[in-house]
């Protein structure tokens, strides 16, 4: 009286095939779990007991015993609670055990039967594609999740007897959120005409988007700072498809994912407070679940009031910022966690936040040099450009209404900037001019004469580093892509002079 | 370098300190004591100074010190520290007279003018005996030192209570000329030097001016540094300065005020900047730079 039921766990982004083994034999009754089980994992045990029994199917008095297999993968959480429960009544012909051969199964149960949702259902269907079953057995309110990966066949199931009914005679629930909603564009409902004036603003924000470049915005309060960083990921092209399913099975993971949007369709935003835990911020956990850097991958992640984070914090961003992906160690294991996206850094420019403005500013000038230390170098060494956001005045604000710069004028520049660099980049393992290094720059940034003079004039002049006058070269790239020049001519120096980063 | 003691009745005791009631018995100093023979004026002045107060301590020091006066000040933050760059940027010899003692460089991220304003042959004074913290109080008391040491006290930059307003009060007391650097009536750093000046404190229009109060007769001043001409600017560039001035000012401001295209400001700020008629205070805000 033997069977095994396929089901998943989750390592990272992905999802590893587990077999649910149940065994009935003779011997002291008993139910045991067995197999690198958590604490969390081996309290299925009463659950699926007293599932069982309030359908009035009561175990007999014989040892039960559970193997999650393979031994070496540590399974986490709940999700093992149905799986377990199909394998029990089909070792005890309760349920006929053909029925759920090529079949993966996942859910959580409630004593009186009902299916809880569980995370990490899309990289499981994907998996269970790739190992070749054919249905999948998930909870209902994952079955639009389950569907959008249009890889199996699904099965929602609202409770443990819709398993038994759908087991014994091929019954499904009826009633489902569909899931297969069209993979289109939403509309966005934040653009950039909600920004009144603010030129340079909307310029530096496009730049950063065309380029993917860090941006680091400063100003005083409520000078529209965050407005600007939450248009963003509006303006940065549309994801393809298999960027959609690549984020989409990064929130998958970390139980993200609604019935109402089974799918990550638009770039991700994410504004985390700047007091989280350095495992908020870049994943962690015992089981590694993804961060808020993890999160924003091929989305924008905003950190306003940058020197307020702490610096530990700030430090853990270092490595992701360069490598694009994090890798999280544990004992025995490591995950990887994709994050690249487009830091959008917000501050005041001193700490009461008025300064120039004298009249409102009581900050002393060390104050304000200390404020901005707080930052730590390496951080600034990541951020390209930089724009001040003045406060507005009272025209600006009175006038209310659209201005005329649009999300979709701003986004169809970055669109050029993009194809410019693909073409550019192809047989590169880089894809943004944010990411050309120094080696790179002499052959991907060719310029006029009059552009070089002015460089080296403003090299000379401002005592720029080299760090410096590589960040004006990769900026200045980017707007000579916005402008579809393929030369770097005297307009696109003196405007990424502008922009750069000063450090 | 030895820290040295004059005391009252020394011969390198400063003469001018003895004509004054409540002078230190003893002055600790490193380098050298201001020169006698030679003429002293203090420059004095907010700590939390603006664009405008910085280039005008150190276009005055610079003049001042060119013409061979010395420039007495406190080392403090800002104004204080501003007109001891200015000096030093000319040559000139300059004294900070310090609310601790001489071995202890407050704040410390002078060093590097503390170390510089010695080298260059001036002098580190104190009343306070070396080991001495700074402390609230000494300040106030140092500055009636500053005082006494100079021929004029100048106060570039003030809000309406400021430390360097106990400095005009001392000038005051010991019949001290007192001039003040005017600045916009809506100011607040700009109070106290425009109250100093309702009181009866001289106006300060120029080094020139300073210098003939000082008994320097009109030929004998060197020429002060001519501004530097817009002539060659493009006509862009001259646009913009126009809408520049000591008050900084965003690329932002700078675009809605000139109407001009957002890459033409762009050219015409870093041909400006190139050329030295604008510097950015702190990243991204521009003011003009005078002299």
Do not use: W
């Not at chain 2, 003469?15 to 030679?38: A, H």
């Not at chain 2, 460089?105 to 580190?124: A, D, Q, V």
């Not at chain 2, 021929?151 to 019949?175: C, F, M, N, P, W």
Request: proline fraction near 7%.
């Amino acid at each position: 009286m033997f069977c095994s039921i396929t089901s998943t766990a989750i390592s990272g982004v992905d999802a590893l095939p587990v077999y649910v083994e149940a065994d009935v034999s003779e011997g002291l009754p008993m139910f045991n779990i067995i197999g690198a089980v958590s604490t969390r994992t081996r309290e299925a045990a009463d659950r699926v007991k007293t599932a069982l029994r309030n359908l009035k199917i009561v175990l007999p008095p014989k040892r039960i015993t559970i193997n999650l297999s393979p031994g070496d993968v540590r399974k986490e959480g709940t999700r093992y609670d149905l799986p377990i429960a199909a394998a029990v009544l089909a070792a005890l012909d309760r349920i006929p055990k053909e029925s759920l051969e090529g079949t993966l199964v996942l859910g959580e149960l409630h004593l009186d039967g009902r299916i809880e949702q569980v995370p990490g259902i899309l990289p499981s269907i994907l998996t269970a594609r790739d190992l070749g079953l054919k249905t999948a057995l998930v909870p209902a309110a994952n079955y639009a999740e389950a569907k959008a990966a249009q890889a199996l066949d699904v099965v929602g199931l609202a409770s443990l007897q819709d398993l038994i009914d759908y087991c014994s005679d091929g019954r499904r629930p009826e009633n489902l959120p569909a899931g297969d909603a069209p993979l289109s564009e939403e509309e966005d409902a934040e653009d950039f005409s909600d920004i009144r004036g603010q030129e340079s603003v909307k310029r530096a924000c496009l730049i950063a988007a065309a380029g993917f470049h860090n941006l680091l915005l400063s100003g005083p309060p409520g000078s529209g700072k965050s407005m600007a960083a939450r248009r963003l990921p509006g303006i940065l092209p549309a994801l393809t498809k298999e960027e959609r399913l690549e984020v989409s099975r990064i929130y998958s993971v970390a139980g993200l994912l609604t019935a109402a949007h089974p799918v990550i369709q638009k770039r991700p935003f994410r504004a985390p407070h700047h007091l989280l835990s350095p495992q908020a911020l870049v994943g962690g956990g015992r089981s590694p679940v993804p961060g808020e850097i993890t999160l924003s991958h091929r989305g924008v992640l905003f950190l306003d009031e940058l020197p307020e984070m702490p610096g530990r914090n700030l430090e853990f961003l270092r490595q992701p910022l360069e490598d694009r992906f994090i890798q999280i160690s544990r004992i025995g294991r490591s995950v990887i966690f994709p994050c690249n996206f487009l830091l959008v850094a917000a501050m005041n420019p001193c700490p009461c936040g008025y300064y120039p403005d004298l009249n409102r500013c009581t900050c002393t000038e060390r104050d304000i040099r200390n404020y901005t230390a707080r930052i730590s170098q390496p951080i600034l060494d990541r951020i390209d450009l930089r724009t001040e956001v003045p406060a507005l005045d009272y025209d600006a604000l009175h006038a209310g209404g659209q201005d005329k710069i649009t999300s979709a004028m701003l986004k169809t520049q970055v669109e050029k900037a993009f194809a410019c660099q693909k073409e550019r980049y192809l047989d590169m393992p880089i894809a943004f001019n944010s990411e050309l290094s120094a080696r790179d720059i002499p052959r991907f940034c060719p310029l006029s004469a009059e552009a070089g003079r002015l460089l080296e004039a403003a090299y000379t002049a401002m005592a720029l580093s080299a760090r410096g006058y590589h960040r004006i070269l990769r900026i200045a790239r980017t707007i000579a892509d916005l402008d579809g020049d393929d030369l770097i001519r005297e307009s696109h120096i003196s405007e990424a002079v502008h922009f750069r980063q000063h450090s | 370098m030895d820290i040295r003691i004059t005391t009252v009745g020394d011969p390198d005791y400063p003469r001018v300190l003895s004509l004054y009631p409540g002078m230190p018995e003893k002055l600790y100093y490193l380098g050298n004591l201001p020169d006698p023979e030679k003429r002293s004026a203090a420059i004095v002045g907010a700590r939390a100074c603006s664009a405008y107060g910085r280039d005008q301590a150190r276009g005055f020091a610079a003049d001042l010190a060119r013409n061979g006066v010395q420039i007495i000040s406190g080392m403090a933050l800002g104004i204080d520290s501003h007109a001891h760059e200015g000096c030093l940027s000319a040559g000139g010899k300059t004294f900070a007279v310090l609310g601790n003692g001489v071995d202890i460089c407050y704040p410390r991220t002078n060093r590097s003018l503390y170390r510089r304003i010695l080298e260059s042959g001036g002098g580190i004074l104190s009343e306070f005996p070396p080991g001495t913290e700074a402390a609230p109080y000494h300040f106030p008391l140092r500055n009636r030192i500053i005082s006494a040491l100079s021929d004029l006290v100048l106060i570039v930059e003030a809000r309406a209570k400021s430390g360097s307003l106990i400095t005009a009060q001392y000038a005051l007391e010991q019949g001290k000329d007192i001039f003040a650097v005017p600045g916009r009536l809506n100011d607040p750093l700009s109070a106290g030097c425009l109250s100093l000046i309702r009181k009866g404190a001289g106006a300060a229009l120029s080094p020139s001016q300073l210098l003939q109060e000082l008994g320097f007769s009109a030929d004998e001043k060197g020429e002060p540094a001519a501004p530097p001409s817009t002539s060659d600017l493009t006509p862009t560039a001259r646009k913009i300065l126009h809408y520049l001035s000591s008050d900084p000012k965003t690329l932002e401001e700078i675009v809605t005020a000139s109407r001009l295209p957002l890459g033409e400001v762009f050219k015409g700020l870093l041909e400006l900047e190139l050329k030295s008629f604008t510097r950015q205070s702190v990243p991204g805000l521009y003011v003009r730079t005078y002299g």
